[in-house]
């Protein structure tokens, strides 16, 4: 076959230029993606309950919603992090799932779990997001001339950054990584014991004293 072309190279650069002119015009019909799938879809869930140790989040909280996680398509592996007060699961999908249709599955077996989760967290909420743990920018922020104070910046960044960051398109989550405006209440045991009294009591007070009620208006029309 070497011998057919070297004898007739007329005809092997007509073939050569007919293959050229074929990949030319055909360039335009091939599947090109400007960043391909390296990583496999993974999607995240998260949820707080304050005040419990690593043990209690794991038996009460991860373990509740690790069961759940049974029949989802493409599902390759999941690993779980239970830490004091909160907890973390992160799904790993194959490489030609949907993201979104992994996020809504995993959705609706959270959902299912619900229901068996302690009450504190079912106030706070269990979020699903589909994004990657690996973090792609960093931003540190700090005052020129000192007049905020470390919690001030970051309630500022939370209060008036992270959901609009967070709604850009590409943007997976946005975490601040710093102290917000809270209130820390130490508790007096010997005190506590002598009014018959629990921590539960006192952290029901404090909601129950953090209710906003409307205030209502004068000279309006009755409900």
């Not at 043990?55 to 690790?66: D, G, L, P, W, Y």
């Not at 504190?120 to 000192?146: C, H, R």
């Not at 008036?160 to 209130?183: K, L």
């Amino acid at each position: 076959m070497a011998r057919f072309f070297i004898d007739r190279p007329v005809f092997a650069w007509v073939i050569a230029i007919v293959i050229m002119l074929a990949g030319v015009l055909s360039i335009r019909a091939l599947p090109i993606e400007q960043y391909p799938k390296v990583a496999p879809p993974t999607v995240a869930i998260s949820a707080a309950y304050p005040g419990a140790s690593a043990e209690t989040v794991e038996n009460a909280v991860t373990q509740v919603i690790e069961q759940r996680l049974t029949g989802i398509d493409y599902l390759r592996y999941f690993t779980s992090n239970s830490s004091d007060g909160s907890m973390s699961i992160t799904l790993t999908f194959e490489p030609e799932a949907d993201p979104d249709i992994a996020q809504v599955q995993t959705q609706n077996k959270v959902q299912g779990a619900i229901s068996q989760l302690p009450q504190e967290v079912q106030a706070l909420g269990v979020t699903v997001t589909k994004s990657n743990d690996n973090f792609l920018l960093i931003i540190g922020v700090y005052s020129e001339d000192g007049s905020m104070s470390q919690g001030e910046l970051s309630d500022m960044l939370v209060s008036n950054f992270r959901d609009p960051i967070s709604r850009v398109s590409g943007v997976g989550s946005v975490t601040v990584f710093g102290e917000q405006h809270a209130m820390r209440i130490w508790l007096d045991p010997a005190k506590l014991y002598s009014y018959n009294l629990t921590p539960l009591d006192v952290q029901r007070a404090v909601q129950v004293q953090n209710t906003d009620i409307s205030a209502g208006q004068l000279g309006g029309m009755p409900a």
